[in-house]
């Protein structure tokens, strides 16, 4: 089992729609989690992060952690085609004081004009 | 304010020969990393620095060193690169605000190819 896992897709959705993205992580001891957006050919870029669970919204963004079911999503509401790319999932947590940061393989997102 | 600059952007290497990746962040930030990513592998952690003078071994460090130069600088050697390390590379630098609250900023990435 992957540490952090995500649908790779693509996901496709109309532009307006609201597009959910998942990622699911194995280890319990995760502190941190991040939603990255990276175009084609670029760096990532921070979207959001969350430490708590519920719910955390910035703007169009939302992100969501479940730490009991080892569930992070990211909700994008009105989605535009400049959205297209690919969106990572990270997880950092501290073991014996050593830093993990695992990223999922990145869920590939369409918005359709 | 340029944030996380790489150097060089594209490198071709034959196997056995060696280089090293340049990264730079003017941001003052404490803790910097090397990621390489790879197709259907995502982004996997090779080295991290938490501060200046200290270094850490990631998920896949295998094959190369790293040095913390200052607090601005911090390198990746490929002492005798292979094939199997063709891949982008990505330098990053992060600060811990509070409470977890921790932004990292990537640069632009080296496309490196070994032959």
């Known amino acids: 089992q992957k540490e952090v896992e995500q649908n790779s897709g693509p996901l496709s959705v109309p532009e307006g729609a609201i597009a959910s993205l998942n990622c699911t992580y194995s280890d319990r001891g995760s502190q941190s989690f991040f939603w990255y957006r990276q175009y084609s050919g670029k760096s990532p870029e921070l979207i959001m992060f969350?430490?708590?669970?519920g719910d955390k919204e910035d703007g169009r963004f939302t992100a969501q952690l479940n730490k009991a079911s080892q569930y992070v999503s990211l909700l994008i509401r009105d989605s535009q085609p400049s959205d297209s790319a690919t969106y990572l999932c990270?997880?950092?947590?501290?073991?014996?004081?050593?830093?993990?940061?695992?990223f999922g393989t990145g869920t590939r997102l369409k918005v359709l004009a | 304010n340029a944030g996380v600059t790489q150097t060089p952007k594209f490198q071709v290497l034959k196997t056995g020969q060696s280089m090293t990746l340049q990264c730079a962040q003017d941001?003052?930030?404490?803790?910097m990393y090397w990621y390489r990513q790879d197709p259907g592998m995502g982004l996997r952690l090779i080295y991290y620095s938490a501060s200046e003078g200290t270094t850490d071994k990631g998920e896949v460090p295998n094959g190369y060193n790293v040095s913390r130069l200052n607090k601005r600088e911090f390198s990746l050697r490929l002492e005798s690169a292979a094939p199997s390390q063709t891949s982008v590379y990505f330098c990053a630098s992060s600060e811990v605000l509070y409470r977890s609250q921790e932004t990292q900023y990537f640069g632009p990435g080296t496309r490196l190819l070994v032959l």
């Open positions: 941001m003052n930030h404490n803790s």
């Open positions: 969350i430490y708590s669970n």
């Open positions: 990270a997880v950092k947590s501290i073991t014996s004081g050593t830093y993990k940061y695992i």
